[in-house]
Nanobody, 121 residues
Framework: QVQLVESGGGLVQPGGSLRLSCVGS????????MTWYRQAAGKQRESVAI?????????????TYADSVKGRFSISRDNTKNTVYLQMNNLKPEDTAVYYC?????????WGQGTQVTVSS
């Protein structure tokens, strides 16, 4: 059974940083592209950052980011820990949302339960 568990959210002041983690079980995160999404209250879920599979990275594909987070967020993967990270710097109030990680395997989308990030003074 595939499970993704996010952690690392919380309350932070504008300009602060957080690092989110997404740990996989029942699936190895290395062979798959992994995506961080977020959903703010009353808004649609949006893709924030994508990291290709380890093989695709080796072949030259790169990580991609939503324009709103470019230069501030960084997605990475530690295959030894079966974990994907989202480093978020210079956070802004508009980054407030529930953050989810996602993997698609065999045509099925798997989601974690989400972690709340609130940016407020």
């Amino acid at each position: 059974q595939v499970q993704l568990v996010e952690s690392g959210g919380g309350l932070v002041q504008p300009g602060g940083s957080l690092r989110l983690s997404c740990v996989g079980s029942g699936i190895s995160v290395g062979p798959y592209g992994m995506t961080w999404y977020r959903q703010a209250a009353g808004k649609q879920r949006e893709s924030v950052a994508i990291i290709p599979s380890s093989g695709e990275l080796f072949s030259g594909l790169t990580t991609t980011y939503a324009d709103s987070v470019k230069g501030r967020f960084s997605i990475s993967r530690d295959n030894t820990k079966n974990t994907v990270y989202l480093q978020m710097n210079n956070l802004k109030p508009e980054d407030t949302a529930v953050y989810y990680c996602n993997v698609r395997r065999g045509g099925i989308d798997y989601w974690g339960q989400g972690t709340q990030v609130t940016v407020s003074s």
